[in-house]
């Protein structure tokens, strides 16, 4: 049974960093591209970042750009997400998914498994 525990999330003021991390478990995940979405209130959720569990090639929404780093560790199955100058429209639930293959990496629904996600409360 796949599962995906994401942890790290919590309240920060505006400019300050939080990493967020995502446990995975269950299967090997050789092939697969490993996702950061988000959700804030009354918003669709939206792609945050990507990366190759194999070859760690990284992708990134423009509103992330500059500001987040997506990293895996294979031998702990961790995906990280590391949040610097955190702005107030980063506040969302922050929910970590796993898909086979590169195609779609920015939509959520060809993404198979997903994590019960994590909050980021970035204040101003």
């Known amino acids: 049974q796949v599962q995906l525990v994401e942890s790290g999330g919590g309240l920060v003021q505006a400019g300050g960093s939080l990493r967020l991390s995502c446990a995975a478990s269950g299967r090997t995940f050789s092939g697969y591209y490993m996702g950061w979405f988000r959700q804030a209130p009354g918003k669709e959720r939206e792609f945050v970042a990507a990366?190759?569990?194999?070859?760690?090639?990284?992708y990134y929404a423009d509103s992330v750009k500059g500001r987040f780093t997506i990293s895996r560790d294979n031998a702990k199955s961790t995906v990280y997400l590391q949040m610097n100058s955190l702005k107030p429209e980063d506040t969302a639930v922050y929910y970590c998914a796993a898909k086979f293959g590169p195609s779609g990496m920015s939509i959520s629904t060809p993404y198979h498994y997903w994590g019960q996600g994590t909050q980021v409360t970035v204040s101003s």
């Open positions: 990366i190759s569990w194999n070859f760690g090639s990284t």
